[in-house]
């Protein structure tokens, strides 16, 4: 089955791709921050038909990132698609000269550091699992290899490693 995470997945765009990507097959990871809004936001995407799940993520924060991914990455075995949807734009006085910092260092982490700290994330569990299955193939040659006497690519289906 075909898998996506999409942050700020509770309302909007977010949600509104969602339901189109649950509709059309996909397993949904519904990443919010809010728990309350994202049950609710992933129970719609159920009634609607859609496999969905809901995971606990504030993209500014990176501990919630590590634990977003450690839990996608424990209940699906891949994932297609990252949607990067989650951002602000918070209250403020337009003006260049009056711009307070704390909006703009809040809004950079959300709506910049937030999207390259999840791919990173993801990435970095992808990485791993390919090297894990990688190593168990080798693991599984080596030992083939012993019992023939042979070690070489013609004892194991090539299309099962990565
Ligand atoms: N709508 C537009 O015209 C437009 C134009 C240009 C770009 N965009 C961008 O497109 C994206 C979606 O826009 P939208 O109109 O659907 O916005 P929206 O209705 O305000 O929804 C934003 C979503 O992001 C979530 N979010 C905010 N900060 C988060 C954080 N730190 N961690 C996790 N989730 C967080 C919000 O959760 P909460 O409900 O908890 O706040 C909400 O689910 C945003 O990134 C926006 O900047 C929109």
């Known amino acids: 089955m075909r898998t996506v995470l999409v942050t700020g997945a509770n309302k909007g765009i977010g949600h509104e791709v969602a339901r189109q990507l649950g509709s059309k097959g996909f397993h949904v990871f519904v990443g919010a921050r809010s728990s309350e809004k994202g049950e609710t936001a ?13 995971i606990s993520l504030d993209v500014s924060a990176p501990e ?42 809040k809004t950079f982490q959300t709506n910049t ?9 993801l990435l970095a569990v992808a990485f791993e699992k390919q090297r894990t299955a990688s190593h168990q193939c080798f693991q599984r040659w080596r030992a083939a290899g012993r019992r023939h006497g042979y070690v070489g690519p013609r004892l194991l289906p090539l299309q099962d490693c990565p």
Request: charged share 15%.
């Open 113 to 121: 550091l937030g999207p390259l700290l999840v791919t990173q994330a």
């Open 64 to 105: 919630s990132i590590r634990n977003a991914v450690q839990v996608v990455a424990g209940t699906a075995d891949h994932l297609d698609v990252l949607v990067n949807n989650a951002g602000v734009i918070l209250e403020g006085d337009n003006s260049i000269a009056q711009l307070d910092p704390e909006t703009v260092t």
């Open 42 to 54: 992933t129970q719609a995407l159920r009634k609607n038909g859609a496999v969905a799940t809901f």
